[in-house]
Each structure stands twice: as C-alpha cells, then as structure tokens.
C-alpha cells in the first residue's frame, strides 16, 4: 500500500503522464476512487473523503482516501484514513459513511464488510483533531436488523430535527422494494433502531426515485429561493446487475420534516422531486450540511446562492462510452493504473419547488486567461476550460471532428439563463442557472480539440483554467 504524501493534488495532477487526467479536481495520482464519504467542515477546513484503493483501478479493497482544503480551491492529500481490519467488522472494506464532531471528537461511521457479500453494519472511527489519525478498534454502533423484510442494508447518513441526533441507512426490502431505515443516535456508539421510515412505494418518491436500493441516502436542509427553507432528501438509485453503470442515476424529493405526536420522532413528508443530475456519469453524492457563507460570491447571481446551508460532492466514474461518446475499456483503464473522479463542490438550493446546483463561487479561482469573449458559431475550446453561454437555443459541445466527432454534451439555454461549462481534460461539468448539473466523461485522442457550437443570437466567453499561485 502506498501512503499519500502531504503535497498539493492539484499542482502534482499538472505533471500527470495521462492527458486524460483531471488537473483541477484532487484525487490520488494513482487508483480507484469512488464514492465521496465523510465530507465535514471542521476547525475552518473542509475535508473529503473517499473510497479508494491505491493499488489498481479497479473496485476492491475499499479504504478511505483524504484531501482537505481551506478554500475549496487549493487541496491538500492526506495518509488514508480507514483500512479494513484483519478479523473486524470492516475485514471486507471500509465502505460509505459520514464523519461528525461528537463532543468535539471527529469521528466515522461507515458501513463495514466482514466477509464478501454479506451484510454490512454501522462501524465507529475516533479521529484526531486533524482528522488524519485515526483509531480503529472495531465498534459497531447498529447490525443488521432483525426484520426479515430488510435483506440489505449500507451507507449510514446522520442528520439532526428539534435538538436530537438521528441516522438513516439506504436498504433493499424482501418485495423489491427500496427503503430507508430511521434509527436514533443519542449515543454514537449505540443506535437505536426505530424501524422502516420511507419505502419506494410512497407515490412521490416512487415517480422520482425508483430503485431496488436506495444508497448513500443524504437528508439536509436547504434555502428556498425568496426565503424560508426545505428538506431535501437525496439517494443513488441502486438496481441488480448496475456494476457501476448505474442507469438510473441519483434521485431526490424535495418536502417537509415533523414531528409524529406520538412519539416525536421525524417524519418525512415528499411533495415533489426529480433527477439530481441529468448526466450518466454522476453517482453517489455525498452533502454535508452547514451555514455557508463565501467571500467569493461577489456578484448579484452567486450572492444569492451564498447563504445555502449544504455542499455536495459526487463521484464521476469511468465512461465506458454512451451517447456516440467514446469510453475506455477495462484494459485502458488498467494500463492508465486510475479511476474515478470527484466532481466540483456544488450549491444546493431550491426555486420554484426544484433542486438547483450551482458550482460554489470559489472555483472561479481557476479562471486564467480569457481565450474568447462574446464569441459565436463554432468556438474552439481548451482541453482545460471554463465557458459561459448566454442567449437561447440549442448548444452541443463535441470532441474532434469528421468520421472521429463525438457528441458529448447537448442542451437549450433560455433568455435570461447561463450555462457554465467546465472541462478538465476527461470530466464535463454543465450547470444551467436555474437547473441541476449534468456530469459526463469523454476522452480526448492525440490531437482532437474541443469545439461548441452556439445558435444565432447566443454568444459564449472562455477562460483557460490555471491554478493559482
């Protein structure tokens, strides 16, 4: 195993040998990464975790990868953090979870494997103030429950209603259907389980979140455009026989938390929901809740989206080739000897009764020169880029051109909207104002360039991406 260094990711990603490499989105030089786990803002940091494994690129041995970061702009690598335990409860992986303060302790709980393919409980971690050390002495905290009708279960999320410390899990029920589990967690160590809370029979949540599972379920509250706030419930839409292709993405309900009268415990009530991002390389977001507040946000557009309580970060996997994109195969991905991505840190908020995902005012620190402005018709743009389109109708983006083109991205931008488009060598990241992001992967060969084509009337500016000094 190959311990991370304490250097900049980003400024060692500028020297990878691989173009497709992302240069602007921390990640380990080498392995797998996939599901963000334990994101936290502590002690003026914000930390992200990661399942990772440094060895190859492929999807086994699951530990904890680290970077953390000051400003959600230069990141800094860290030592792994979690590895399976010989003879423990995690023997088989250190799989998702989150990390919080408990009583001021940083501390992990994450769903741990003994033996491959069997049930996964609730495994607690202390770290140190650093959140880089971290002691693992084996604790489970919940197993699986003894319901019957409960035949999976992972990926334990903790959120807090009126004063009091609760937890859900995502599960797979016996009829097929998809379900989370409430438990309370007035002690860390030992949850107590409260039964099934929500299943994807509830109307709402069976429109916009169908699935056999519900993973790496996230809940947390969110400003509502105008004033006021709701919750924002999120899950990734597991079915038999996905392996990482994950066709139906990651779902979300937007509603409303009470308290039941009798025994005051949550209850979560859908009004409406929808898809969380439009692209099919986008899984597993994680979003950790918090009062946000960025020195960044200048402008009239992200001052408003500056007072969101929550920040999410998603896992971009490795394209095998959609939509006329070309993908990479197992063999290619081995030989690069890394998989995965991490996506920006996005804004959460709701308007109008939608999700909207904005990138946070911070990653505009990457913009460098501009490389065209107020541009039309075709405009050719750099394998590490940031665009800004206004104006309306239909706008693509492809890679190469002749017998070799692929299409990668296409999509409207209305009067009054903007699409933000960010490149970074294989991952594309599209917000529309107003809308959720759409995440996609495409792959340059030697000498393809990137070009977008506008419609009359819409004009596009572009800035190369530079790390800052």
């Not at 989105?25 to 992200?48: E, F, L, T």
């Not at 069997?118 to 971690?125: D, E, R």
């Not at 946000?292 to 969101?308: D, E, G, H, K, V």
Request: a negative charge; charged letters at 15%; one cysteine or more.
């Amino acid at each position: 195993m190959t311990d991370l260094a304490l250097v900049s990711s980003l400024a060692r990603a500028a020297t990878h040998p691989d173009p497709a490499f992302p240069r602007f989105h921390p990640r380990p030089a080498q392995g797998w990464i996939n599901d963000p786990n334990g994101v936290s803002y502590i002690d003026g940091k914000y930390h992200v975790f990661f399942q990772y494994n440094p060895d190859s690129a492929r999807h086994r041995l699951i530990q904890w990868g680290h970077v953390s970061s000051a400003d959600l702009v230069q990141w800094e690598e860290h030592p792994v953090a979690l590895v399976p335990q010989a003879g423990g409860p995690d023997s088989a992986g250190c799989w998702t979870g989150v990390v919080t303060l408990d009583d001021g302790v940083p501390t992990a709980a994450y769903s741990g494997v003994q033996d491959h393919g069997g049930h996964s409980q609730v495994v607690i971690a202390r770290g140190s103030s650093d959140l880089v050390s971290w002691n693992q002495d084996g604790h489970v905290a919940a197993s699986m429950p003894t319901d019957p009708m409960v035949t999976a279960v992972r990926d334990p999320f903790i959120f807090r209603f009126n004063g009091a410390r609760y937890a859900v899990q995502g599960a797979g029920l016996a009829d097929g259907r998809a379900a989370l589990l409430l438990y309370s967690v007035e002690d860390l160590e030992h949850w107590e389980y409260k039964g099934i809370w929500l299943t994807s029979s509830d109307p709402v949540a069976a429109m916009h979140a169908p699935a056999e599972i519900w993973e790496c379920p996230q809940l947390v509250e969110v400003p509502v455009a105008g004033g006021g706030s709701t919750w924002v419930m999120m899950f990734s839409l597991w079915l038999s026989g996905d392996d990482h292709e994950h066709a139906n993405g990651v779902g979300h309900l937007i509603g409303s938390l009470s308290a039941d009268p009798e025994t005051g415990l949550p209850v979560f009530t859908a009004a409406t929901g929808g898809k969380s991002d439009l692209g099919r390389d986008f899984y597993a977001p994680q979003i950790v809740q918090l009062a946000y507040s960025s020195p960044a946000a200048t402008s009239a557009a992200s001052s408003a989206a500056a007072f969101a309580s929550a920040l999410m970060w998603g896992w971009a996997n490795e394209g095998p080739g959609r939509d006329g994109r070309r993908g990479r195969t197992q063999e290619e991905i081995d030989d690069a000897g890394w998989s995965g991505v991490l996506t920006h840190p996005r804004l959460l908020s709701v308007a109008d009764g939608a999700l909207v995902v904005a990138p946070v005012p911070e990653v505009s620190a990457y913009r460098g020169a501009a490389v065209a402005s107020d541009a039309s018709g075709s405009v050719d743009v750099p394998a590490f880029a940031e665009v800004g389109v206004t104006g309306s109708g239909p706008v693509s983006l492809r890679l190469g051109s002749g017998a070799d083109e692929q299409p990668v991205y296409s999509g409207a931008v209305a009067a009054g909207e903007e699409l933000r488009i960010f490149i970074d060598a294989s991952l594309v990241e599209v917000y529309r104002s107003g809308s959720v992001a759409t995440t996609l992967r495409a792959y340059p060969l030697a000498g393809e360039a990137w070009t977008l084509d506008l419609p009359a009337g819409a004009t596009a500016d572009v800035w190369k991406l530079t790390l800052p000094r």
